[in-house]
């Protein structure tokens, strides 16, 4: 008997829900077909995989052993197209890049122009994005690097094993609003709460795909929800909230290399004290696998030029 890899991805749907018809329906399936396959699975290996006494099914000690395999493997599987790919592009002159919106904007191109003095930058492909997608282009292996915002007490989604990265930059989040007629923040965080029939203090948020949410949501998220502050637009993009910040919708968090110039004009304002800014961190990462020799020179100069 041959083993079908489809059959991983049966095992992980009933080890995810602990029910055939369950597992069967997300697999496509009927039933009686799903159960054969993960006994033919079963029979490959030579092993139960499944407690079936009781409900829901449980792993047995073989089968606990397999998640973990499984995962690893289907995962490797997913990536061998693109990693074949670039195995046949090794001498490629082409770099491929994966990075958030904000910095695709502001922090990129100055960024590329200092390192040229380094080394040559040839023919650059972008894909720009929030970060949850900027992340699963890099796990697929379609891009050879991603840069993106980053903290210390935000973890992003990439398993440290199997990527690394370098710091390349610096940046800050803070609250910004537009002015009052006197100058003075329309919107202040250190304010009161409002409670009762004056209105609430209205929230430019990002949305659970954005890297800026995850981190403010990290630092500041129980501070920021509490009565009296109003959620009234979410967002994936710094760039959307910004817009909406500078119509007078509310109060956002950005990165200051996105506001800068409207903090200089004076269109936006600091919206909350000192306490309130989160230092930021521009990080270029890779994959702990070799990649071609242009794009190793090229990560060579990056993390030697530092940031």
Not at 71 to 79: D, I, M
């Amino acid at each position: 008997m041959t083993m079908n890899l489809s059959w991983l991805e049966d095992f992980q749907a009933l080890a995810e829900s602990g029910n055939f018809s369950r597992a069967a329906e997300q697999r496509h399936m009927t039933q009686p077909a799903f159960g054969r396959r993960i006994k033919a699975l079963e029979e490959w290996l030579g092993t139960p995989l499944f407690d079936r006494s009781g409900h829901p099914v449980t792993l047995t000690e073989a089968g606990e052993w397999l998640r973990g395999t499984a995962e690893h493997l289907l995962r490797r599987v997913e990536r061998l197209p693109d990693e074949a790919r670039a195995v046949a592009d090794g001498s490629a002159s082409t770099l491929r890049f994966a990075a958030t919106h904000a910095l695709s904007l502001n922090f990129l191109p100055a960024w590329l122009r200092s390192l040229e003095a380094r080394t040559p930058v040839g023919p650059i492909q972008l894909v720009s994005d929030v970060a949850a997608h900027c992340e699963a282009q890099l796990q697929h292996g379609r891009v050879q690097f991603l840069l993106c915002h980053g903290h210390e007490h935000a973890p992003s989604g990439l398993d440290p094993a199997s990527f690394v990265s370098c710091q390349v930059g610096g940046d800050e989040l803070l609250p910004v609003c537009v002015p009052d007629a006197q100058g003075r923040p329309r919107f202040e965080l250190d304010a009161a709460p409002r409670r009762g029939a004056k209105p609430a203090l209205p929230m430019l948020a990002y949305s659970a795909e954005s890297g800026l949410g995850r981190v403010l949501r990290s630092l500041h998220g129980a501070a920021l929800e509490v009565p009296g502050r109003e959620v009234v637009f979410t967002a994936h993009l710094a760039t959307v909230l910004r817009s909406l910040a500078l119509e007078g919708r509310g109060l956002a968090f950005l990165p200051a290399s996105l506001v800068r110039e409207d903090l200089a004009a004076g269109r936006l304002v600091a919206a909350g004290g000192a306490h309130w800014t989160i230092a930021l961190s521009v990080r270029l990462v890779r994959p702990r696998a070799a990649l071609s020799a242009v794009a190793e020179k090229f990560w060579a100069a990056a993390s030697q030029a530092g940031g």
